[in-house]
């Protein structure tokens, strides 16, 4: 079964820092502009980050900005979101997809909560 497994995630207190992982299998990721996404309780699925298929271009979305780094390993099938300096308002299960997003490969997520 195809689907994006992310990791990476846990509890972190504020100031401190996690990186991510995304994998899939039977699934290349290389051929894809890949993004990670966050839902936070009681709101959408927003768009944190993305980045082209060789890693030459990055986006992201203005509250993460300076704070995280996207980025992708095609050899090893991976995408990474390192993130620094978070935050209570980045608590919120975290996501990977293409761009725009293939429905039906939705992983379950991993969960990231910062708190004291």
């Not at 203005?62 to 995408?79: H, L, Q, Y």
């Not at 308002?89 to 708190?115: K, R």
Request: proline share 4%; net charge neutral.
């Amino acid at each position: 079964q195809k689907q994006f497994v992310e990791s990476g995630g846990g509890l972190v207190q504020p100031g401190g820092s996690l990186k991510l992982s995304c994998v899939s299998s039977g699934f290349t990721l290389g051929d894809y502009v890949m993004s990670w996404l966050r839902q936070a309780p009681g709101k959408e699925r927003t768009l944190v980050a993305s980045i082209t298929t060789i890693g030459g271009l990055t986006h992201y979305a203005e509250p993460v900005k300076g704070r995280f780094t996207i980025s992708r390993d095609n050899a090893k099938n991976m995408v990474y979101l390192q993130m620094n300096n978070l935050g209570p308002e980045d608590t919120a299960v975290y996501y990977c997809n293409t761009v725009p997003v293939l429905e039906q490969f939705w992983g379950q997520g991993t969960q990231v909560t910062v708190s004291q």
